[in-house]
């Protein structure tokens, strides 16, 4: 391993969090999104974001043992609520609560009742503008029928291009009334990171992918969430949670500089022999 693949992860890894500065959405004492964290809704055509106890007919899984499920408790469901076809809708923080290192992570999941249009959710962080031109950095799963693709990205001003795309993965296959995702999507400094779990019946959550990337595009923003379905089709939310990072303690940086130095000291050393 080259050493310079070494200093991405030390700094994502001896960051530390800031417990003065978070929280978590579980959208179960929730009548409208206007009662939740994320109440600034920037929504197209018939996007309704709606915090929601699943049933079976909307395409969620029908097992307790999923966190999103038909099992009673809420989740924020996001689906087409009339023949005015959306492109995506957003659900913001307030814009103003701004955050420059910071971690958004939580549950996502498919309801698929047709065949008809795309289906796709994802998490967002450092999200500036306004209205539909929003801009900032966004982790976000493509749903079809039975496979999914998970991508980083910029959003610039409401768009996300093929030039946009940091990262991404191949297909991978899905199950969506046996599955449930996890995003966690992390920005610090100009390194931004997104991983995604699978949570499947009969099984520890499965890592799919994490996908790094080093950008300057956005520097501090909002975190918000991202959904675009046609048809019968929802997307759904659930335990949503929000953490600011704070700068590596000294400590942490004394331990930093001695692993770059003795690792230094191994490499030459390695070279000299070989």
Known sequence: MKLGKIIPALALSFCSMNSNAGFIETFDDASTVSDTHFSNTFLSGGGIFEPDSLVASQGAPTNPALPISSRGDKELRYYEGNSIAPTHSYATTPLSESYKNVVISGYVGVG??????????????RLSGSGFALDGYIAHILYGATTATFTLATLNAGVVRQENVLASTSQ???????????IELETFDNWIKASLWQTALGRDNFLISTLVAKDETHSSGGVGLFGFTRGGNSVFFDDIA????????????????????????SHKSTRKIT
């Open 112 to 125: 698929i009742t047709d065949t008809f249009g795309y289906r796709s959710s994802g998490l967002m962080a």
């Open 242 to 265: 929000v953490r600011e990072l704070s700068l590596p303690s000294t400590g942490y940086l004394f331990i930093a500089s001695l692993f770059y130095f003795f690792f230094r000291r």
């Open 172 to 182: 991978f296959n899905i199950s969506p009334q046996d599955n449930n995702f996890f």
